[in-house]
C-alpha cells in the first residue's frame, strides 16, 4: 500500500499546460516496463471515454527524452507508463504532446455541446461515447432523424461561433443535489462539473441557461471557439437509439479536405461540376445498368448458341469453357440440361487461378460427385441434388480425367 499523497492534477489547473516539474514518488517495475508515480502532472490518464496523453519526461541526470506510452489512474494515483526506471525522488521535467492534447479536447468539449443539445431538444441522453483514432462516437437512447441531425449540428457550430466560456466547479454535496446536470452514472466523492452557457454579454455576464451541464473528469479548451468547426459526419440506428460520429477542428478539416479532394476528382472524371458529381454518378450508374441489361441479353443468345453444338442424344456432358463468367455457369448448365439426359459439368476458369464449376441434372443425384470433386481438389461448394456450385484447384487434365472416372463422357 503505498504511503503518499493522492497525485496532483495540473490539468485541472490548466488544459493548455505543456510543460511541468514533478517529483517521482515511486517507480513500480511491472510486466517489463515501469510505472512512475509523481508528486504532480499534466499528464491526463485514460477515463470518461477518452485516451491518456501522450509525451515524455526529461531528467537533469540524462539529456535522452523517457517516452511516456500510457498514463492510468487507480484510487487518485496517476501511473505514467515509461519503459525504463527512474529513481525515486528524481525532478522530473515533463512535456505532453499538446497537438494531441489539444484536438482531445476539441473532440472532448464539441462532444458535450452536442449531448446537451441532444437531451435538451429531444430528452434523449448520451448512454455511450468513445474517442477513436478515426472519429467520436456517440450513442444515445433515441432515435434522431436526418433533419435532427443538421438541426443539432447547426445549433452545435453556433455554440461555437458564439466563443463562450466552459467553466468548470466543484459544487458541494448540498450544491449537487439541487443542480440538473447530465452524468452516465451514479457519481460519489467530490464531483467535477463542466459547464458550457448559452450566451455571455460583453461585460462578462454569464447567461443562466445552457448548452450543457455535465459531470466530467477531462481537461477541456478555455472557449467555445477553440473547438474550430463541429461536423456529425454520419448516423446509424443503433441498439434501439442512434450512434452518431462526430469531428471536430483540425480532424474535421482534414476530413473535408480528403472529401474535397475525392470530390474534385471524381468531378473531373465526370466532367461535371463539383456540386453535380451526385448526379453525373447516378447518370453513369443508369447507363451502365442499361449496359448490363444488353449485355445479358446478348450472353443469352451467345449461350443458346453453343449449347446448339451440343448434341440433343448426349449423355453426360463435361466442358471447360473460360469465355463463360462464374455469372453465368447457372444460366448456362440449365439450357445444356435441357439437351442432356445425364449429368451437365462445366468449369470455367484457369489452372492458375483455379477453376468454378457447376454440376447438374434432371433425373441424377449430383451431390456426391460434387462432394468427391472437392475432396479430390481441395475444392469448397454444395447445393441439391439437382445442383450443386463451387471451386477447386487443380490442372484442367486431372480434373477432367478425375471426371471421365465418374460420369461416362463417350459421347462428348
Known amino acids: 500500500m503505498n504511503t503518499y499523497e493522492n497525485t496532483k492534477r495540473l490539468y485541472y489547473m490548466d488544459s493548455h499546460m505543456a510543460k511541468f516539474e514533478g517529483r517521482v514518488l515511486d517507480c513500480i517495475k511491472k510486466d517489463g516496463s515501469y510505472l512512475v508515480v509523481l508528486d504532480q502532472t499534466a499528464f491526463f490518464p485514460e477515463g470518461g471515454g477518452q485516451s491518456s496523453d501522450k509525451g515524455e519526461f526529461k531528467t537533469a541526470s540524462s539529456s535522452i527524452a523517457m517516452e511516456v506510452i500510457d498514463v492510468q489512474e487507480d484510487n487518485d ?13 528524481t525532478a522530473v521535467t515533463g512535456y505532453i504532446d499538446f497537438d494531441s492534447r489539444f484536438q482531445a479536447m476539441q473532440h472532448h468539449s464539441g462532444e458535450h455541446i452536442v449531448s446537451g443539445l441532444v437531451h435538451n431538444e429531444f430528452g434523449y441522453d448520451n448512454v455511450g461515447f468513445h474517442m477513436g483514432s478515426d472519429a467520436i462516437t456517440m450513442d444515445f437512447n433515441g432515435i434522431l432523424k436526418e433533419e435532427d441531425i443538421r438541426k443539432i449540428e447547426y445549433l452545435a457550430n453556433e455554440a461555437v461561433y458564439k466563443n463562450v466560456p466552459i467553466i ?9 443535489k439541487e443542480l440538473d446536470y447530465r452524468s452516465k452514472k451514479e457519481l ?16 462578462g455576464n454569464i447567461s443562466t441557461s445552457y448548452y450543457d451541464v455535465c459531470a466530467c473528469c477531462a ?10 468547426i463541429i461536423k456529425l459526419i454520419s448516423y446509424m440506428k443503433y441498439k434501439g437509439g442512434t450512434r452518431v460520429s462526430m469531428l471536430c477542428g483540425f480532424k474535421a478539416l482534414e476530413d473535408y479536405n480528403k472529401k474535397e479532394s475525392n470530390v474534385l476528382s471524381i468531378s473531373s472524371l465526370l466532367s461535371a461540376k463539383p456540386y453535380e458529381v451526385a448526379d453525373g454518378v447516378k447518370r453513369i450508374t443508369d447507363e451502365v445498368n442499361s449496359l448490363r441489361g444488353i449485355i445479358s441479353g446478348l450472353q443469352g443468345q451467345l449461350l443458346e448458341y453453343k449449347a446448339k453444338e451440343i448434341p ?10 473460360n469465355d463463360i463468367d462464374s455469372g453465368n455457369l447457372r444460366r448456362y448448365c440449365n439450357i445444356i440440361m435441357e439437351r442432356c439426359s445425364g449429368i451437365v459439368i462445366i468449369f470455367t476458369g484457369s489452372d492458375e487461378a483455379g477453376y468454378k464449376y457447376i454440376i447438374g441434372s434432371k433425373t441424377e443425384d449430383v451431390r456426391n460427385i460434387g462432394k468427391e470433386l472437392n475432396e479430390a481438389f481441395g475444392g469448397r461448394g454444395g447445393g441439391s441434388k439437382d445442383m450443386v456450385q463451387g471451386s477447386v484447384v487443380g490442372n484442367q487434365e486431372d480434373i477432367k480425367e478425375f471426371i471421365m472416372k465418374k460420369i461416362d463422357l463417350s459421347d462428348d
Open 312 to 321: 440433343d442424344s448426349s449423355k453426360d456432358i463435361c466442358l471447360f469453357d
Open 219 to 228: 481537461p477541456h479548451v478555455y472557449r467555445t471557439g477553440e473547438i474550430g
Open 77 to 89: 494515483i496517476i501511473y505514467h507508463t515509461v519503459t525504463e526506471p527512474i529513481e525515486i525522488g
Open 168 to 176: 468548470e466547479t466543484y459544487p458541494s454535496t448540498k450544491e449537487l
Open 188 to 203: 460519489t466523492g467530490q464531483v467535477r462539473i463542466v459547464s458550457i452557457p448559452d450566451s455571455i454579454d460583453r461585460d
